[in-house]
């Protein structure tokens, strides 16, 4: 499992070093975010889930403005960080608070893939760089996602945590697909 949050890691990385400083405030998928706030979520959210996983409370400090810095190398670190909280003994059993629900390492780690691989995705179509992402890990996540993510969890954007399905043939990259099924328009 920690070797899929690896190769996430590895294609969020790839991305967020192809943004320039140009880009930050350009639209992306994410309707009410720019791409600013989608490099502040996924380096903030690296941070916020490695502190999960090796304390199992969420941290107390509010994310900060990375996006006007060198975000790329406060992912690294960050990361890095998080990489090895998941790969601690034990983590994949440890229960881990999210705010809105308590659950094992194992079901959590799959909620960190998912968001970062498809804020990558809306970073990836933000820039105007491919957004056909390892597909084969693509798939997994849309498989996951299909039976993690209730219509309960759907709703209005900056209201709910996923917007409507939308429709992706199902001859679309697996990333597109997964990008739909969370949402977005493809």
Request: proline share 5%.
């Amino acid at each position: 499992m920690t070797a899929d949050l690896e190769r996430v890691v590895g294609t969020a990385a790839d991305m967020l070093a192809k943004v320039s400083p140009e880009q930050l405030d350009a639209a992306t998928p994410c309707a009410s975010w720019q791409v600013r706030d989608v490099i502040n979520h996924v380096v903030n959210g690296s941070h916020f889930f490695a502190v999960i996983a090796e304390t199992g409370e969420p941290p107390q400090e509010e994310g900060e403005d990375v996006a006007s810095g060198d975000f790329t190398a406060t992912y690294a670190a960050e990361s890095k960080r998080m990489i090895a909280a998941f790969n601690a003994d034990g983590a994949m059993d440890k229960m881990m608070n999210f705010g809105f629900a308590k659950m094992p390492g194992a079901a959590a780690v799959n909620i960190v893939m998912t968001d970062t691989f498809t804020h990558v995705w809306d970073l990836a179509r933000a820039i105007g760089e491919p957004s056909d992402l390892d597909p084969e890990l693509a798939a997994k996540l849309l498989d996951h996602a299909k039976g993690a993510i209730p219509d309960a969890f759907r709703g209005e954007d900056g209201k709910a945590a996923f917007g409507a399905i939308v429709d992706v043939p199902a001859s679309a990259p697996a990333a597109d697909q997964l990008a739909g099924f969370l949402g977005r328009q493809v």
